[in-house]
């Protein structure tokens, strides 16, 4: 499989639109600009193809994407995994607006009125799970 771009090692941290790009390569994997297009049409708002063809070629130059062009149809992939590129932009989140505190955060999370009773178990257990691992 010939790819024109390889994976970067330190990915450049997307923009709002092109983590919409990201989410969709992540979710449907290797894909064409027009499914990219299709999908960002039916999950987000109306976007041109033109506009997704020359974002996702900024993102190929910023080393965002890995391009197959060993077939007529070039597709794309995104070069970072998901859980490494959710974990920068989380990092730069909690330092920017709680000053580095997780914690400060987490309180701020369960304190949101939006928690359903599932999901404040579900951290429970995650906080639980990960006091007995130390």
């Given at each position: 499989?010939?790819?024109?771009?390889?994976?970067?090692?330190?990915?450049?941290?997307?923009?709002?639109?092109?983590?919409?790009?990201?989410?969709?390569l992540w979710e449907y994997g290797e894909s064409t600009v027009r499914l990219v297009?299709?999908?960002?049409?039916?999950?987000?708002?109306?976007?041109?193809?033109?506009?997704?063809?020359?974002?996702?070629?900024?993102?190929?130059e910023k080393k965002l994407l890995i391009r197959n062009d060993s077939q007529m149809?070039?597709?794309?992939?995104?070069?970072?995994?998901?859980?490494?590129?959710?974990?920068?932009?989380?990092?730069?989140?909690?330092?920017?607006?709680?000053?580095?505190?997780?914690?400060?955060?987490?309180?701020?999370?369960?304190?949101?009125?939006?928690?359903?009773?599932?999901?404040?178990?579900?951290?429970?257990?995650?906080?639980?799970?990960?006091?007995?691992?130390?």
């Amino acid at each position: 499989m010939k790819k024109s771009e390889q994976k970067g090692k330190d990915p450049v941290e997307p923009t709002k639109s092109e983590l919409e790009i990201l989410q969709v390569l992540w979710e449907y994997g290797e894909s064409t600009v027009r499914l990219v297009n299709d999908k960002l049409n039916e999950q987000k708002r109306e976007v041109n193809y033109t506009t997704t063809l020359k974002q996702m070629q900024v993102m190929l130059e910023k080393k965002l994407l890995i391009r197959n062009d060993s077939q007529m149809k070039h597709t794309y992939n995104a070069a970072a995994e998901e859980s490494k590129t959710k974990n920068i932009l989380l990092n730069r989140f909690i330092e920017t607006m709680y000053k580095g505190s997780a914690s400060s955060l987490l309180i701020q999370l369960l304190g949101n009125k939006k928690t359903s009773k599932k999901e404040i178990e579900a951290m429970k257990n995650l906080l639980k799970d990960m006091d007995q691992s130390k």
